[in-house]
């Protein structure tokens, strides 16, 4: 009964919704129907109606949608149907701003928090901030003019929310939006810098992942150098870039020995070891004193750096050979058909101690990773134990299996002998 009242309150909850709704589109159909005529977009159209022309593109511009047309941007009076008058200056009209003007262009409303706040109130407004302080910004303040400024990333006339994938700057899209200009090596002829960013970012872990896989976890440019603040980050600041996602590695790095000489030294944190746009995935083999290792590339035999390098090969490597003995007893318990599921299974938890000790390793301590591959070995030292146990306990039930069919072939035979003996004597 109850639940009944209240899936009714529920329905006529919707009804009213879908008559508010339907009394909205009325007002605006109603609205627009009698509404004024924006000149600056019918002239415009009849003027040029090709597909790139402004008012055929900002129809499907953000702007447009939320209600603002040409005369927001540019100024002048929409409601005149007059070139002159339309577009005069004692109107506000600024015509096209130049490429140095299209920040504040721009900036004039993102940057106003009230008149923002009107739209979508969770919209940041420290675009235009955060773009002086970038690269881009500051050059485009001395006068360049081949540096990114907020058209050359969100294009124009058919400016797109941030989350369509359409977007010039959808995550997905973003690498290819920069590689516009960065990845062009007659653009960028006279800076001094790489032009391999996009072709060493696509090979790496995180390109595949975001380009290939569309897998929005990975970072895109912006991820590491920010949307509007691009610059490469400070040498203090690469582990907290890297650590908004690798948060675990960051801390550890933080209270490591690394840490505070790594600092003074002008070493790069975790890009010394993993560079950074073809990211290296490294593994075992380079953590110990091998000679692959990137421990011994800065420490030599007899520092404190050395040892503990090799204590943590150590650590890894008994996990890991434990793992492998714990598997090939299963393994054969299996095949001779003991149920081995449950220690299948302790044992797969157990190894999960192997993927945060490798995490561990950024804590360059041998204690720190030590003590999770002991508490792992422990555990796997169990399930060898139980392991070798059923295997002995199969063997065990085999042996009585074969004696208690000697017994009963015994007993057929003399059974057998002494029928035939008392048939003789018959
Ligand atoms: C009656 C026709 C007409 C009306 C109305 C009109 N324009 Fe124009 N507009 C033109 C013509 C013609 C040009 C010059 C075309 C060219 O040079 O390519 C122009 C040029 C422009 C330019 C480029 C200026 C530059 O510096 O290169 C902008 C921006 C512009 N109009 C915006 C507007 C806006 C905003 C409105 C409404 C407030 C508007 N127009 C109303 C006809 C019109
Ligand atoms: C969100 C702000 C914004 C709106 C809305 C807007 N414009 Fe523009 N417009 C610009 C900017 C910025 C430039 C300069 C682009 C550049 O230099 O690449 C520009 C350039 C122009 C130009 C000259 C260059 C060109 O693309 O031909 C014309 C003409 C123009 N706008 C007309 C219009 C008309 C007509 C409308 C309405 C249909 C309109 N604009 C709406 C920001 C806007
Ligand atoms: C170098 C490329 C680039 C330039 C230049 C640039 N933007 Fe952006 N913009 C981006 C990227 C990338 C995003 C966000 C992507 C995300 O958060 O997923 C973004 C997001 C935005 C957003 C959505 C809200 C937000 O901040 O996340 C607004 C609004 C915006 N930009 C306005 C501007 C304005 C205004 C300018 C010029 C002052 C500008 N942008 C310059 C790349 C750029
Ligand atoms: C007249 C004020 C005004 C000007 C000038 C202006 N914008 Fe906007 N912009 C807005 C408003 C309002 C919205 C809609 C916010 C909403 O509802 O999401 C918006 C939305 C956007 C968005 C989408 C943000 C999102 O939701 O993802 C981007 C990107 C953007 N503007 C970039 C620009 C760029 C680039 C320029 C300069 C060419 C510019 N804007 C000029 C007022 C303005
Ligand atoms: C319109 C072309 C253009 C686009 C698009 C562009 N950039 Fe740039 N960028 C430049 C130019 C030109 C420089 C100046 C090179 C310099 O700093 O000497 C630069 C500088 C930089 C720098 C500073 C490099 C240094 O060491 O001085 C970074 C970082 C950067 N851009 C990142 C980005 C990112 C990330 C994007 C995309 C979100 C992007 N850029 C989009 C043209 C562009
Ligand atoms: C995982 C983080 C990360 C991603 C993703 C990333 N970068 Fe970088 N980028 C860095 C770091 C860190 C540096 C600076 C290294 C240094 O100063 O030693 C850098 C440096 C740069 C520079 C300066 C010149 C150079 O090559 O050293 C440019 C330009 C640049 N990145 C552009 C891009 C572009 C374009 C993309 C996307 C295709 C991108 N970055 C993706 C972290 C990243
Ligand atoms: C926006 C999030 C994000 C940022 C920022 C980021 N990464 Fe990643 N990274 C990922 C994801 C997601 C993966 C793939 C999943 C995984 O293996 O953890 C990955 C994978 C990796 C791997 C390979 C892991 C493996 O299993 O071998 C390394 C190494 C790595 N990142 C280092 C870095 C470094 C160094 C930086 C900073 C210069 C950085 N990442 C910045 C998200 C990020
Ligand atoms: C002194 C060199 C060194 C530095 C500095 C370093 N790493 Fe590593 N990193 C390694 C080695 C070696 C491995 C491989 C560990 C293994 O597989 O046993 C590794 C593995 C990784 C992995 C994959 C394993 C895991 O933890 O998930 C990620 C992700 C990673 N590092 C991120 C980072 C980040 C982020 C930073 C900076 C905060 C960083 N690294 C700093 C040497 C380094
Ligand atoms: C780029 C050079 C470099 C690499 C690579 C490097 N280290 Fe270091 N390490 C240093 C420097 C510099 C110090 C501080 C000076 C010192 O104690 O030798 C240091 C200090 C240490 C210390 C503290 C030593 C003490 O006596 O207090 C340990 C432990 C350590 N490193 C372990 C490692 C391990 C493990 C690896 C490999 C995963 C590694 N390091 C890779 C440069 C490096």
Redesign the pocket.
């Known amino acids: 009964m109850q639940s009944n009242r209240i899936r009714l309150g529920i329905v006529m909850k919707k009804i009213d919704w879908i008559i508010g709704i339907i009394a909205i589109t009325a007002v605006l159909f109603v609205g627009s129907a009698f509404g004024k005529t924006d000149y600056c977009i019918q002239c415009h159209s009849e003027m040029d109606d090709s597909p790139k022309s402004p008012a055929v593109l900002i129809k499907s511009d953000i702007h447009y949608q939320r209600g603002l047309s040409c005369a927001d941007c540019h100024g002048g009076d929409a409601s005149k149907n007059d070139a002159e008058e339309a577009m005069s200056p004692k109107k506000g009209f600024v015509g096209k701003p130049s490429y140095r003007q299209i920040p504040n262009f721009c900036g004039r409303c993102h940057s106003d928090v009230e008149y923002m706040r009107k739209y979508e109130p969770k919209l940041r407004v420290d675009q235009l901030q955060l773009y002086w302080t970038s690269?881009?910004g500051k050059?485009l303040k001395k006068g360049?003019r081949?540096?990114?400024q907020c058209v050359?990333?969100h294009g124009v006339h058919n400016i797109k929310s941030i989350k369509n994938p359409q977007s010039p700057v959808n995550k997905i899209n973003?690498p290819a939006?920069?590689a516009?200009?960065?990845a062009d090596k007659k653009y960028?002829h006279k800076?001094?810098?790489p032009t391999d960013q996009y072709a060493k970012y696509s090979r790496s872990v995180h390109g595949k992942l975001l380009l290939e896989k569309r897998d929005t976890s990975a970072p895109a440019?912006?991820s590491c150098?920010g949307n509007h603040g691009?610059?490469?980050p400070g040498l203090a600041s690469i582990s907290a870039a890297c650590g908004e996602c690798h948060g675990i590695n960051r801390d550890l790095y933080n209270k490591s020995p690394h840490k505070e000489p790594w600092a003074e030294l002008g070493y790069r944190q975790c890009v010394q070891c993993h560079d950074y746009h073809l990211i290296k995935e490294l593994t075992d083999e380079d953590v110990g004193v091998g000679n692959n290792a990137v421990c011994i590339d800065c420490h030599d035999k007899g520092d404190g750096g050395y040892e503990a390098a090799f204590r943590i090969k150590a650590s890894l490597d008994s996990l890991k050979y434990d793992i492998r003995i714990a598997d090939s007893i299963l393994a054969k318990a299996k095949k001779s058909g003991a149920d081995v599921g449950e220690l299948t299974f302790e044992l797969g938890e157990a190894s999960k101690g192997l993927i945060e000790a490798r995490n561990r390793v950024h804590s360059f301590s041998p204690d720190v990773v030590g003590e999770v591959t002991s508490a792992s070995m422990q555990k796997i030292n169990i399930v060898i134990e139980l392991g070798n146990d059923s295997l002995k306990a199969l063997w065990h039930r085999k042996i009585g299996l074969i004696l208690t069919s000697f017994l009963i072939l015994l007993v057929a035979g003399l059974l057998y002998l002494k029928i035939r003996r008392v048939e003789k004597k018959k």
Do not use: F, G, L
């Open positions: 690269n881009h050059m360049d081949r540096v990114a050359s990333c973003v939006t920069c516009k200009c960065h960028m800076y001094n810098i440019c912006n150098h691009a610059t490469p």
